[in-house]
């Protein structure tokens, strides 16, 4: 049996756990090629017009896989934390992919950690029985599953991205050198031809990168504790606090913000937390927007001024500040 698994939005953070489950319950795990212009095309002719850059991506993986594999696997993602939500785009994904795609061979099932982590893991026996009869065999999968995805969760916890993991590269990151923090969500900045490569750019100009994968939810939760309320979205949650956090466990030189054109969420939450910083801190901010249309060209040039004025500028005694006349 195969089952395709898109290279996007939830792969970057789920993909040992579910390729190992798939495996032992005898299924072959099928995953699209990496983002290319190509999948970026047929992501924008599939795609509802007003669905953001990560689900036009998700849809051109979905439509490149669905007629290779004998099932494609698509889950009702409602939440991944206690008292959270994702954004909705992911919980209408099953039926979006359905009905544009005309897609009829999709695996899924509803996965929520909302009231707890058992009644996820009841979604993920759901999903299993769909493929094997045997209860134990399930179980066990299950538990093999769990013990990967934990694995992968303490190595980024150590400093290394979901990018080089996946990859098989074993890039430990050098405090020496100068840091930054690059936030956002996982699927932008672990997805070379949308971030635009952006984390292997900075590492060329001899930086090393932080992103929230580096920062458990529980203390991104205890940072985020600052706001008056809690934000309603666990992405939210997950990029304010681990901003904070980074800040005040590492010597940055700089924060960048990697959001998406459209995304609702993205828009409010960079903005707070460029005002708690200016509270807290002189770190300097670089806004970076993602859409289609986004140019690799002027990427660089904005990086190389940010990289001139918060590396090269702070080795010669210059300040952050502009000259005043």
């Given at each position: 049996m195969l089952i395709g698994f898109p290279r996007g939005l939830y792969f970057y953070d789920y993909y040992p756990f579910w390729e190992t489950f798939f495996q032992e319950l005898d299924a072959k795990v099928v995953t699209s090629k990496p983002t290319d212009k190509e999948i970026l095309n047929l992501g924008v002719e599939w795609a509802v017009d007003d669905a953001c850059l990560p689900v036009k991506v998700f849809f051109g993986h979905a439509g490149y896989l669905k007629d290779q594999v004998d099932f494609l696997f698509i889950p009702r993602f409602v939440s991944e934390f206690r008292r959270t939500y994702i954004c909705p785009k992911f919980l209408g994904l099953p039926e979006m992919i359905k009905y544009r795609l005309k897609a009829k061979n999709i695996l899924s099932a509803d996965l929520t950690a909302y009231k707890n982590e058992m009644e996820f893991y009841r979604g993920v026996y759901e999903l299993g029985k769909k493929i094997s009869p045997n209860t134990a065999k399930i179980m066990k999968a299950i538990y093999k599953a769990k013990l990967r995805q934990k694995e992968f969760l303490e190595k980024k916890l150590k400093g290394y991205q979901s990018l080089d993991l996946l990859e098989m590269k074993n890039h430990?990151?050098?405090?020496?050198?100068?840091?930054?923090?690059?936030?956002?969500?996982?699927?932008?900045?672990?997805?070379?031809?949308?971030?635009?490569?952006?984390?292997?750019?900075?590492?060329?100009?001899?930086?090393e990168v932080l992103t929230p994968d580096n920062v458990s939810y529980q203390e991104a939760l205890l940072k985020s504790k600052i706001l008056p309320k809690k934000p309603f979205w666990s992405f939210a949650v997950k990029n304010f606090g681990s901003t904070l956090y980074l800040m005040e466990k590492y010597p940055l030189k700089g924060i960048m913000h990697l959001n998406s054109f459209g995304c609702g969420p993205d828009s409010i939450i960079t903005e707070l937390t460029e005002r708690y910083l200016k509270k807290i801190s002189n770190l300097p901010v670089l806004n970076l927007t993602l859409d289609e249309h986004t140019g690799e060209a002027g990427l660089l040039t904005r990086l190389e001024a940010f990289w001139d004025m918060t590396v090269e500028r702070s080795f010669s005694g210059e300040g952050y500040l502009p000259a005043h006349g």
């Open positions: 430990a990151i050098d405090l020496n050198k100068p840091l930054f923090a690059v936030i956002g969500h996982g699927y932008n900045i672990n997805d070379h031809h949308t971030s635009m490569d952006l984390v292997n750019k900075i590492r060329s100009f001899g930086g």
